[in-house]
């Protein structure tokens, strides 16, 4: 017989109802629960350019997390300096499993790439996001030169997975695929830790000091320290910067917006200085 807790409700339903609530942060938004098989039917993955493209500048692209949209940026979008950058965004559903969205998102910057002949790209990328992207870079530098990108930046990332991912996956029937790889030590997590030997990656992450409900470890109220910066993290990234933000407002937060920024023009000033004359001629 089926264990129930003390209103008849299977405990293993209410498990997995709990662990569909504490990934509820983990939305862009904050507050929507993680995109279901219908609403991401409704979601095709590409890459949207926002003004015309330049070769002139430099494109960031900026890749949501689970449930989240391109919207989550705002505050990054109306601060980037469009003089040297141009915007481009990266939409895809969050529901099924994330080598579907870092294939899309290798296949859709490949004709990006055919179309413009772009030699530089900068991918900064949140929660979620930043695995997508960090899969697409793993597998481009094992085929070939890793295609444009010059640059990773991600915010609030889930390296380790998310504990409750796991439940959620093994005991809710229709569970998002991504719930899958957000599980600790799933294949798709322990594959991003083969170094990107040619690509600079920095890490932006979240601390609250006030408690949170969903954990007893220091978090950013939806990922634990622990995950959004393991041992191997730390050792690979050229930098790791940490601020009293939850996970959300880490993207608007002021003394990160000023990092961010800071970290773009230096790159650009660096990829300036280090580029060919045949680069320059292109």
């Excluded at 498990?15 to 507050?31: I, R, S």
């Excluded at 920024?261 to 650009?268: F, G, I, K, V």
Aim: charged letters at 20%; hydrophobic letters at 45%.
């Amino acid at each position: 017989m089926q264990a129930r807790n003390a209103k008849g409700m299977p405990l293993a339903r209410c498990a997995a109802l709990f662990a569909a609530w504490t990934l509820v942060p983990l939305a862009g938004c904050g507050v929507a629960p993680p995109r279901g098989p219908v609403a991401d039917a409704a979601v095709t993955a590409g890459i949207h350019l926002l003004e015309p493209y330049d070769p002139r500048r430099i494109p960031v692209l900026f890749v949501h997390g689970i449930g989240g949209t391109p919207q989550d940026f705002r505050v990054m979008l109306d601060g980037l300096d469009r003089n040297r950058f141009q915007a481009w965004v990266f939409q895809y559903p969050t529901g099924p499993r994330l080598h579907t969205a870092s294939r899309a998102l290798r296949t859709a910057l490949a004709e990006l790439q055919r179309k413009h002949r772009v030699d530089a790209l900068f991918i900064v990328a949140h929660s979620m996001g930043g695995l997508v992207s960090r899969s697409y870079l793993v597998d481009a530098l094992r085929d070939d030169d890793g295609g444009p990108a010059r640059l990773l930046v991600t915010l609030s990332s889930p390296w380790e997975g998310h504990a409750w991912a796991q439940v959620g996956a093994q005991l809710m029937p229709g569970a998002p695929g991504s719930w899958t790889d957000l599980s600790p030590a799933s294949d798709f997590l322990v594959a991003l830790r083969k170094p990107l030997q040619q690509v600079p990656h920095y890490v932006f992450f979240g601390y609250r000091r006030s408690p949170s409900l969903l954990t007893s470890q220091s978090s950013d109220g939806a990922i634990v320290l622990s995950s959004q910066l393991p041992g191997w993290i730390q050792e690979q990234a050229e930098r790791c910067w940490g601020y009293d933000a939850d996970h959300v407002g880490i993207l608007s937060h002021p003394a990160a917006i000023r990092r961010f920024n800071s970290l773009l023009a230096s790159e650009a000033d660096r990829l300036r200085a280090n580029r060919t004359p045949a680069a320059h001629s292109r």
